[in-house]
């Protein structure tokens, strides 16, 4: 039976497609993230001091991920086989694919790992006496970042000799679509169930640990009224612990689509590029979104830059106004 997708020439299925979407969208999105960035570090209040360096941390990464998807690997994956190619910087100087694949699992557990930590230091704050935490806080701080960094090792050492794992794709496939540079392919692993599964407890374990959190958090914010804070003070940790989690919370929304479509792909082998080029673009804009989000959903940021397009509002209105057309009577 012929596959329409063996003979397609459709231009959202193409690498050609992918790269220059994801490049385009990358260099629009770098402003939003400096600016972002630039809000915490010098427009974040006293009152949201104590999680500022946390904070940056988080937008940091998150970006720093987007980026990664967007410009340094920029990944053409066929789902439903965890195999592709990628068309970003590091392929032009040189960086092997199983190294830019790492890299970029690397950075987006380290991404889950700074979540944790902002909730981590808001309940940090609440109990600041507390020595039987403060003890094992720093070993607990870098195991986190140890095991972020050593969880998809096991992943890494099992990527399969490529010749024999392209030879034993092609013998399943019902073809190689035209779209598909066959010599650029490289082949994470044939077993994807393992691997999605690995990933799916790592994600399901970081957010436990944010729930933990936010739960206990909340708790000991009723309970610190009239005791170590005044109403007003609670009112404001609660008003940020409501920010952060609407922030995350939006960007998780649009990430979930992805995800379930990436674990059906692979479950039931369907294949369809333009929905796989469409899930990388959707994943690699997440930060973006997230920082829109920060800008709008945090008072202190969202009145800096009402303020500031206010101004730059003003200024074009009186540019405007200033030049008077001339009017020669003779």
């Known amino acids: 039976m012929p596959h329409d997708f063996c003979t397609s020439?459709?231009?959202?299925?193409?690498?050609?497609?992918?790269?220059l979407f994801?490049?385009?969208?990358g260099f629009v999105a770098i402003p939003v993230h400096v600016y972002g960035a630039y809000c915490i570090i010098f427009h974040t209040p006293s009152s949201m001091k104590s999680v500022k360096l946390s904070l940056l941390n988080f937008h940091f990464l998150s970006c720093f991920f987007d980026l990664g998807l967007s410009f340094l690997t920029t990944p053409y994956i066929l789902f439903p086989a965890l195999a592709g190619y990628p068309l970003g910087v590091l392929k032009d100087f040189g960086v092997r694919n199983e190294h830019q694949l790492y890299f970029m699992l690397v950075v987006g557990a380290y991404m889950l790992v700074t979540i944790i930590l902002v909730f981590e230091n808001r309940l940090l704050i609440l109990i600041p006496t507390s020595k039987c935490w403060r003890v094992f806080r720093t070993p607990w701080f870098i195991t986190h970042f140890i095991v972020a960094t050593v969880f998809f090792f096991p992943a890494y050492q099992m990527i399969p000799d490529q010749q024999l794992?392209?030879?034993f794709v092609i013998s399943i496939a019902p073809c190689i679509p035209l779209y598909v540079n066959a010599d650029l392919v490289f082949v994470m692993l044939l077993e994807t169930r393992f691997f999605l599964r690995a990933a799916g407890v790592l994600i399901l374990a970081g957010f436990m640990e944010i729930w933990?959190?936010?739960?206990?958090?909340?708790?000991?914010?009723g309970q610190q009224i009239n005791r170590t804070m005044s109403k007003r003070t609670v009112e404001?940790?609660?008003?940020?612990q409501k920010a952060f989690l609407?922030?995350?919370?939006?960007p998780i929304l649009i990430l979930i689509l992805p995800i379930i479509y990436i674990g059906v792909s692979c479950l039931?082998?369907?294949?369809?590029?333009?929905i796989n080029n469409i899930t990388v673009i959707i994943v690699s804009s997440h930060g973006f979104f997230s920082t829109i989000v920060m800008i709008y959903i945090h008072a202190p940021y969202r009145e800096f830059t009402l303020r500031w397009l206010t101004v730059l509002t003003h200024v074009r209105l009186e540019n405007q106004s200033?030049?008077?057309?001339?009017n020669n009577i003779t």
């Open 236 to 240: 404001l940790h609660k008003k940020f």
């Open 22 to 25: 994801l490049h385009y969208f």
């Open 246 to 250: 609407t922030q995350l919370t939006i």
């Open 268 to 274: 039931v082998f369907y294949h369809n590029q333009a």
């Open 212 to 221: 933990i959190f936010a739960y206990v958090t909340d708790r000991l914010l």
């Open 9 to 19: 020439t459709f231009y959202l299925y193409t690498a050609d497609f992918q790269r």
């Open 165 to 167: 794992a392209k030879n």
């Open 322 to 326: 200033s030049v008077v057309p001339s």
